[in-house]
């Protein structure tokens, strides 16, 4: 099987989510062992519930704060209590507040910022310090096509989507040498919630962006994951994969 992740076990947060649950769903049928992180449970139990119905496979649900910085310590090990030594994780969550510059405020600034960047900052440190022990690892963070490019009414967003990038270039950097990779993916428009709440007119503006002519799917977004978590993907770190169907070439 190509991009088999058969024997590996993987700590995804944002389980609940449209794209979380894209990963959840194509790691295990990959053959991973999974752990799906988030804070609503129902929303949880409604992921390994079809992760169960479309592969066979169970997924151990963990609930977490990720805005809470004593939860998000305790996660890693958890997981790993749970599943075992975790050999790919993948900071998936996210929130934003959007609101225009002169509106927004620093608690909007960070509360973006404490969840989209800091926890992943909190749980990657976490995971290389398991995974150098094995002298192997996957590390995958969602960056965003507006962290490349900016966007209005995201100041916020835009900060911690950019800040994942950097991260991800200087952790990959620093353990190269120990067989983990650190890399992101910048996803463009998906057809997820966050999309649903924008307004006709903001959504055909999108579309107007994109060479493909339409919105990803966010399995679209799960198989460039799937690579990534792969032992064929080993040569490639602190690099970005752009999922965005051409409306935005780097």
Known sequence: M?????????????????????????????GA????????????????????KQTGKDAVVLQCNLANDEETKRLF???????????ILVNNA???????????TEEDLCDVLNVNLKAAFTLSKAAVM????????????????VGFTGNVGQVNYC??????????KAIALEYAKRGITVNCIAPGAVKTPMIDKLSE???QAFLNKIPLGEMAEPMDVAYACCFLA?????????????????????
Do not use: C, P, W
């Not at 090990?77 to 050999?87: N, P, R, S, T």
């Not at 398991?130 to 096509?145: A, D, E, L, Q, T």
């Open 2 to 30: 190509l991009f088999s992740l058969e024997g590996y076990k993987a700590l995804i947060t944002g389980g609940s989510g449209s794209i979380g649950r894209a990963i959840a769903i194509a790691m295990a049928a990959q």
């Open 33 to 52: 062992e999974i752990a799906i992180v988030g804070t609503r449970i129902d929303a949880l139990n409604e992921t390994a519930d079809t992760v169960k």
């Open 77 to 87: 090990q958890i997981a790993e209590e749970k599943l075992g030594a975790i050999d």
């Open 94 to 104: 996210g929130i934003d507040k959007d609101k225009l510059f002169m509106k927004m």
């Open 130 to 145: 398991s995974m150098s022990k094995r002298k192997y690892g996957r590390i995958i963070n969602m960056s965003s096509v």
């Open 159 to 168: 900060a911690s989507k950019a800040g994942l990038v950097g991260m991800s």
């Open 201 to 203: 007119q903001a959504k």
């Open 230 to 250: 792969s032992k064929e993907s080993s040569y490639i770190t602190g690099q970005t994969i752009h999922v965005n169907g051409g409306m935005l070439t780097v």
